[in-house]
DNA sequence: AATGAATGAGGGTTCATTCAT
DNA sequence: TATGAATGAACCCTCATTCAT
């Protein structure tokens, strides 16, 4: 008997998801070179011919996982310009994320790492990521902008000054990938360089919460 | 007659150079993966086989071009601590060099993400990595201590502090190598971020300069 | 609807068989070295790569030739000395054996050649090479032991005697592998070499049969 | 100043002789297609290129190598059948040989097991092979011949019987050269085979000196 | 939907040999 | 005579992907 459309989709989204977290899991040990579509297939006992019906290629399979990240960390920050919370708190909230990110996605570093790489090769992959980062910009740009209007902010270029955060992510983020909690600390690295930053582009001193 | 062991000497030194030369643009051009070694040849004019009279593997190829570059940095950031510099100046220079590196070196921003990528998974390269981090940073160490001592800058932890240069100029490399020149300016925000980071860590409000 | 494990494992005996044979025919003609996996791909008609899924290399290729010739005459010569024939028929079955061997298997002396010198290399390979000996030998040991005991051999060394059937064996082959059928006649020689071998060692002498 | 022609055949004679010795060397530890020329140079301190000089190439290198060898045992077994020594007297000779050989020439083991694979893929080394086999059974079968008309063999088939002193020692060379001394006892087996055979050929029993 | 046998292009690497000095 | 830099053909093996069942 076969099966119903019902269940048929039910089968595929199980799969999917399945298949998107070994291949996270992979990825971050292997990286994207060192991966073989069958290490991904074994990891969740199936064959390698399963994989494709379910992603197109690795390549796809690898953009997809990273995906599935960009949308979480884009729907926060979409929201921050727009959100009730004050400057200070905006900046604060953007450090929470990035803690919680650090200590509990610990195991996403290495991919991130390997998809930069990845992005100076493949021509969709950088144009994802350009968005990303547009978008993720435009959000402090526009936090930036209210400050400076606010008169809290000094008035700098706010093109510079809007990539600063991310700069900062990212810095950390590849290092701890790299090195490790043994020589890097991230959640207070990120803390103070935010702090540093947020505090020089005020126009009165206060102390940091 | 055989070529006299100066004569040798030479041509061994001029090869390498063109090898290693040829080896960065390929895989700046390529990436790790995309470059072949039948590539870099060609770009030179020789045989594959002549590569591997000079280095044993596309991997050590790949680990002396950024070995060459290591080195570099680290011999003018040793020297930091040491020179006459006041503490601003230091800073100063740091930017300086980040600047000509922005500038003058531009083609290797994308083989020092790759090789980022490649620290993953190869633990001689990670080793070498560590290794590089922990001498810059035990430079800027000594920059903070000596501030901190002479009552320059806050009593902040040293510890994380002292990765706060290199979190930026990773961070902003990173950034750069991905998005070009269009979506960031490299030597703006390094300088905008190590400016806010250097002003917040005195002891008194200064204009930045 | 896939194949069931019952059509796979078919699938994989007869692919198996296949690449065995051919093996064994190409390294006959080539060598070892000469034979390149893609003459013995050819010559059953699938790719390079589906060898790659019978045996992990080369290496392992070659020395499954070897093993299923050496488990043949391994199950043969163990039952000798458990088999009820008397010590004379022994004889005479190892020279039935072998003739038998030098007229049906002639296209495997070569490639025995090319093992032993194989064996000198390959640590592996000379293991269950001195495994095979060491049981072939035991065998004779047997047979010895049993005639002495009964009277009809004289107390000669064991150790030493019981290597000689194999030593006649593997001489008459390596000279019938170089010469060829031309300069030896390994059969006949066989026979002789074992019958005077036979006959000095009995107690009493008797005509050849 | 140039140098004589005297001084250069000095050399030239020296050289070989290095070469040979240190191939020789290297061939019985790698094998023929495991030993490089590189290696060969090295062992004896001069370059690749020098090899050329003295040898065509690697092939004739090796051919040489065993040619030294066969020349030796071609010189000392031809002149067995003239010499004033009676039939047991020349068959005690073989033995001794054999004895030296396995005792004094054990490096040369592996050699000759090389040998005889590359004869199999090389028209020429087996030419070569087969004339040393042709002198040598020849020899033996002088003596045969010999035995034979004054009655102290009987009448066997010299053409198979003759090859059997050489098939008792390669075998016993094969076998050492792979198990090693631990497995066999080449003196002694060499010994009781060619005794068993030689008495098994006397018309009279005579019991071994 | 799932399987796994099969494909085949692709590239790193080795090494005997050549040749300019 | 000697050197060693250079050559370049050769081949094993990998693995993403396809396809018959």
Redesign the interface.
């Known amino acids: 008997m076969p099966r119903t459309a019902a269940q048929n989709k039910e089968i595929r989204q199980t799969r999917t998801q399945q298949i998107l977290e070994a291949a996270r899991q992979v990825f971050a040990e ?2 994207f ?2 991966a073989r579509m069958s290490d991904i297939a074994q990891a969740i006992g199936v064959s390698q011919g399963t994989m494709y019906h379910y992603f197109r290629s690795k390549d796809e399979l690898f953009l997809a996982v990273l995906n599935v990240w960009n949308e979480q960390i884009k729907a926060i920050v979409q929201q921050l310009p727009n959100s009730d919370l004050s400057t200070v708190d905006k900046f604060w909230l953007v450090n929470q994320l990035a803690a919680s990110f650090f200590e509990t996605g610990e195991d996403l570093l ?1 991919v991130l ?2 998809y ?2 990845y ?3 493949n021509p969709e992959a ?1 144009a994802s ?2 968005e990303f ?2 978008l993720m910009q435009q959000s402090f740009k526009d936090i930036l902008q209210a400050g400076i209007e606010a008169g809290e902010f000094k008035p ?2 706010i ?3 809007s ?2 955060p ?7 983020t ?2 701890t ?3 490790g909690k043994d ?3 991230p959640v ?2 990120t803390r ?2 935010q ?3 947020f ?3 005020l126009t009165k ?1 206060e102390e940091p919460v």
Do not use: N, S
């Not at 991310?166 to 950390?172: H, P, R, S, T």
């Open positions: 292997q990286g070179y060192g290495p790492v390997e930069w790489a992005t100076l090769r950088a990521f350009r980062f547009i700098v270029d093109e510079i000054a990539a600063l991310l700069i900062i992510l990212d810095g950390v590849l290092l990938a790299i090195l020589f890097m600390q207070e690295q103070l360089a702090e540093l930053v505090e020089g582009l001193m």
